[in-house]
């Protein structure tokens, strides 16, 4: 079985079209949260992924959007895109979201979260973030989001490991592939379709290999000026479409 594992889409409509049709034939498509907040098309982000997503966890966006969380904590640049996605958001769309699962959630022996799996909005960026989690999984695959940095952390007997994908730095796609060893644990990030961090503005995205026991992470190019000229007609934050370029 052939699974797309995508987060953080961020209401960026070019980059998760860019995603789908770069991934081709899957046979399940699980959402590890976020799809709203920050970029201009969060109805129709939610409209494309909703019938397609066999499993979602809720992001810490989804809940502030949606209005089951508070906005307190968030930057003043973020919670001006929440201010503005909770009056664009559709009652039905909004209804979706908050309907989300909080995360962990267990699929086919695999974990879903948005954050960590102690705490779905705690963030994941080093060992030892990623310690605690680790050690204390019951599963040997967790994919989690949040960080938007595509990559993740592995533990085998007496040691551990980071992963990180190498990808041809170019304006075309590329792929990196992991084989999933037994006797291992692995902490893995897709990284963000539609707001990357990792200084690579190509939306992330992973294909998950139950057979071949392969993760493989990929990178694609997608209409990111259509998705900064959507940002800055909707009269959102200018650095909101000025970062997405920089992949930061
Ligand atoms: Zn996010």
């Known amino acids: 079985m052939r699974t797309l594992i995508l987060s953080d889409i961020h209401g960026n409509l070019e980059a998760l079209e860019a995603v789908l049709a770069d991934a081709g034939a899957h046979d399940a498509l699980w959402n590890l949260g976020d799809v709203v907040g920050y970029g201009a ?22 809940k502030v959007c949606s209005g089951i969380a508070s906005i307190a904590g968030f930057n003043p640049i973020a919670a001006e895109a929440v201010e503005w996605t909770r009056e664009q958001l559709t009652p039905d769309a909004t209804e979706w979201l908050r309907e989300l699962p909080a995360g962990p959630i267990s699929v086919s022996g695999v974990s879903l979260v948005h954050g960590s799996p102690m705490d779905e ?8 973030d990623a310690w ?19 990559g993740g952390f592995g533990w085998e007997e007496g040691r551990w490991f980071e992963v990180q994908p190498r990808h041809v730095r170019a304006a075309e796609p590329s792929a990196w592939t992991l084989q999933l060893e037994p006797g291992r644990r692995y902490l893995l990030n897709p990284g963000s379709v539609g707001q990357p961090r990792d200084m690579d503005w190509r939306a992330a995205y992973i294909i998950l290999d139950d057979v071949a026991k392969t993760v493989t992470f990929h990178r ?18 200018e650095k909101l479409a000025k970062r ?3 992949g930061r």
Request: aromatic residues 8%; hydrophobic residues 40%.
């Open 41 to 62: 098309s969060p109805n129709e982000v939610v409209a494309r992924l909703r019938p397609l997503a066999a499993q979602n966890v809720r992001g810490n966006h989804d």
């Open 121 to 128: 909005d705690f963030y994941i960026v080093n060992i030892r």
């Open 132 to 150: 605690l989690p680790l050690q204390g999984s019951q599963q040997p695959l967790t994919f989690f989001g949040h960080t938007h940095l595509q």
């Open 220 to 237: 694609v190019p997608y209409d990111v000026e259509l998705a900064q000229g959507r940002i800055l007609l909707a009269g959102l934050p």
């Open 244 to 246: 997405l370029k920089e």
